[in-house]
T-cell receptor, first 114, second 109 residues
Framework: DTGVSQDPRHKITKRGQNVTFRCDPI?????LYWYRQTLGQGPEFLTY????????KSRLLSDRFSAERPKGSFSTLEIQRTEQGDSAMYLC????????????FGQGTRLTVV | GQNIDQPTEMTATEGAIVQINCTYQ??????LFWYQQHAGEAPTFLSY????GLEEKGRFSSFLSRSKGYSYLLLKELQMKDSASYLCAVKMEGYKLSFGAGTTVTVRA
């Protein structure tokens, strides 16, 4: 296993379009997180799954954002009716069920809304 | 809200030591992480402190004082490849991380 995988790495979309990102966590990691990072800032928490259950959503996550993890493995993050303010790096991370539980991050999907 | 403060930028010479401070005021605390992030890449885990004191890991050490809401990351024997952003993050309830804005460290020859 080579780590957390995200697809696509880059996405350019027109304002108003819908986009979907995929995250494949490290095998056997039951916790999965989505973060958003803008230039010069640290990652901001968006949402968290334990297995297939979405346990927490940030207030940052408007109704246009939805995330799923249908079988407790990969996850998708969809943004509907994109706005220019959605332009950011979307990072996925996963952590194992026991131990220090540091989060392992994927390379991210860079979204540009034009 | 959560308040995690760290300096924006630091510059140091190759071979020197740099200390990056982080102060935090958060509604919960289950440990403090330091991550390194090179431009355009994913954050990578450096260290974790949950109890007061110093954790040493090769050239990197991290210190925590929970009563003072304070941590630092110490980078010794700086190398050019250490030029990166260093992120301080507090582990909150529910395992999520609350990050500072990051400190960009530039190592000069």
């Amino acid at each position: 296993d080579t780590g957390v995988s995200q697809d696509p790495r880059h996405k350019i979309t027109k304002r108003g379009q819908n986009v979907t990102f995929r995250c494949d966590p490290i095998s056997e990691h039951n916790r999965l997180y989505w973060y958003r990072q803008t230039l010069g800032q640290g990652p901001e928490f968006l949402t968290y799954f334990q297995n297939e259950a979405q346990l927490e959503k940030s207030r940052l996550l408007s109704d246009r954002f939805s995330a799923e993890r249908p079988k407790g493995s990969f996850s998708t993050l969809e943004i509907q009716r994109t706005e220019q303010g959605d332009s950011a790096m979307y990072l996925c991370a996963s952590s194992p069920p026991v131990g220090v539980t540091e989060a392992f991050f994927g390379q991210g999907t860079r979204l540009t809304v034009v | 809200g959560q308040n995690i403060d760290q300096p924006t930028e630091m510059t140091a010479t190759e071979g020197a030591i740099v200390q990056i401070n982080c102060t935090y005021q958060t509604s919960g605390f289950n440990g403090l992480f330091w991550y390194q992030q090179h431009a355009g890449e994913a954050p990578t885990f450096l260290s974790y402190n949950v109890l007061d004191g110093l954790e040493e890991k090769g050239r990197f050490s991290s210190f925590l004082s929970r009563s003072k809401g304070y941590s630092y990351l110490l980078l010794k024997e700086l190398q050019m490849k250490d030029s990166a952003s260093y992120l301080c993050a507090v582990k909150m309830e529910g395992y999520k991380l609350s990050f500072g804005a990051g400190t960009t460290v530039t190592v000069r020859a």
